[in-house]
């Protein structure tokens, strides 16, 4: 008498694995971008005033935007409204 245990391709599994490996990439993603601006933020602080006056900010500005959270994201902001 033969097995009569069901057999499942590997295409199928695949399938169904893809969604799920899908979310800690773009949860990755998101950790990263919100490394980024925590850095972004911590190195305009340590501008002097000369390089704040060539981007054309005050120094109340600089302290202002370095004190914003990471997870203030313009750029998500920006995805919103579009």
Not at 2 to 20: D, G, I, M, V, W
């Amino acid at each position: 008498m033969k097995n009569s245990t069901a057999h499942f391709p590997l295409s199928n599994e695949r399938q169904y694995a893809s969604p799920l490996l899908a979310k800690p990439g773009k949860a990755w993603q998101q950790l990263r971008r919100w490394w980024q601006l925590a850095e972004q933020r911590r190195q305009l602080a340590l501008l002097d005033d000369s390089a704040l006056q060539d981007l054309g900010l005050s120094r109340a500005d600089a302290l202002r935007e370095s004190r914003r959270s990471f997870r203030d994201d313009p750029l998500a902001r920006a995805e919103l409204s579009s």
